[in-house]
Structure formats: structure tokens, C-alpha cells
């Protein structure tokens, strides 16, 4: 009796790791004023998030140009759009920032990830028509058919309208 005994032994308990999310680069992206972008997509991951978990949010470098309510963000799972459409009138860059954000693990904060992108809104181009030389008409006669190109950076040349006009009505 009074007798004791002892063992001594190890407990672990694994740690839960939260390994920031990952979100997929996204090149430059060029438009014309007062035209959106294209919808542009991209991707998300996370090792211990469901991807329909994830949180993704946008920052523009410039509200002028590009207001936080111009960005609109889609897509699901791991396949995300952003789609933008600049303010009216402007012209100029952004750097738009894509964030995404993990809801954290038990015991560990959210973690996020970022990408980020310039975004050129340049002026609409006027559209080009090549010279035509003076023509010279006898009266009551039309000018044989005068060929001539028109283009735009913009616009299809099927699209575009031409109009004539001379200087001497009489």
C-alpha cells in the first residue's frame, strides 16, 4: 500500500496551417474611353478554403478614372471575371488590384493574395480615309469611280460612314 506508479508519455496535436490563397496573374489590359473592358478571367485557389469560400475584391490606384463601382467582379470556384467599365469621358491608367481572401482555419487569421494589372482607357482614334487627288469634270459629266480606303482602330470599315461634299455647288 502508499505505492505509486508513473508513466510519462507524449501528446501531439497536429497544427492547423492556413497557407495564404493563390490568384492567377493577369497581363495589361488596354481600352478605349468610354468603352468597357472585355470580361477578363482568371483563377483562384486555396489548399484548406473551398473555393466557393473564397472572397475576392477589387482597388483601383485611380476613383477618377476607374470608381470601386465600375469593377465588377464574377464567376465561381476557382474560375473568377472581372469585368471593367471606366468612368465616362476619362482617359488615362489604373492599377486595379484583385485581392482574394481566405475565411482563416481554426486558430489562424484569413490569409490573402494579390494581383495586379494596369489598365490603359486611351482616346477613340479618329478614322483615316487615304487622299484623293483634285478631279477635273467636264459639265454634265460624272467622274469615272474613285477609289479610295477608309479604316479605324475602332470600327469596322463596314461600319463606317462616308459622306461627300464639294466646294462648287454650281
Not at 32 to 46: C, G, L, M, Q
Amino acid at each position: 500500500e502508499g505505492l505509486t506508479s508513473s508513466s510519462t508519455f507524449l501528446v501531439t496535436t497536429p497544427v492547423t496551417v492556413n497557407l495564404p490563397p493563390t490568384i492567377s496573374a493577369i497581363g495589361n489590359q488596354t481600352t478605349d474611353r468610354n468603352k468597357p473592358t472585355s470580361i477578363i478571367s482568371f483563377t483562384v485557389a486555396d489548399t484548406e478554403t473551398a473555393l466557393a469560400s473564397l472572397t475576392v475584391t477589387a482597388a483601383s490606384s485611380n476613383p477618377t478614372l476607374v470608381p470601386a463601382g465600375n469593377v465588377f467582379l464574377g464567376g465561381s470556384g476557382g474560375t473568377r471575371t472581372v469585368f471593367i467599365n471606366p468612368a465616362t469621358d476619362q482617359e488615362g491608367t489604373a492599377v486595379i488590384t484583385l485581392t482574394v481572401t481566405d475565411g482563416g482555419t481554426q486558430g489562424s487569421a484569413a490569409k490573402s493574395a494579390s494581383t495586379s494589372f494596369t489598365l490603359l482607357v486611351q482616346a477613340n482614334q479618329a478614322p483615316t480615309i487615304t487622299s484623293i487627288a483634285n478631279q477635273t469634270v467636264e459639265k454634265n459629266r460624272a467622274t469615272s469611280v474613285i477609289p479610295f480606303t477608309v479604316g479605324d482602330a475602332e470600327t469596322a470599315a463596314g461600319s463606317l460612314t462616308v459622306t461627300a461634299s464639294s466646294g462648287n455647288t454650281a
